[in-house]
């Protein structure tokens, strides 16, 4: 309905698959990517915006339900990865 409006959809297994996707690009994407942004027109920067979906099922629909993941205990780490 919105002509300036763009959507792209991605699918990732995890959160860390999405990360190493977005983080990791080539020169050349990179530069694919520029060429794409100097076609913005307009004094106001681009603006992105991300939408997390939640898993099929992964939602707890009764309070009683036991959330799993409450349980798991990520391990905490510096930006220099030493674990602390």
Do not use: I
């Not at 002509?3 to 694919?32: G, I, K």
Request: hydrophobic share 30%.
């Amino acid at each position: 309905a919105d002509p300036e409006l763009w959507t792209e959809r991605y699918h990732c297994p995890t959160w860390l698959d999405y990360l190493r996707q977005r983080n990791r690009s080539t020169q050349s994407e990179r530069a694919l990517h520029q060429r794409a942004m100097d076609f913005h027109l307009g004094p106001d920067p681009v603006r992105v915006r991300r939408m997390l979906e939640r898993p099929f099922g992964s939602v707890r629909w009764k309070e009683d339900t036991p959330d799993r993941a409450a349980n798991e205990v990520l391990p905490v780490t510096t930006a220099a990865g030493s674990g602390t």
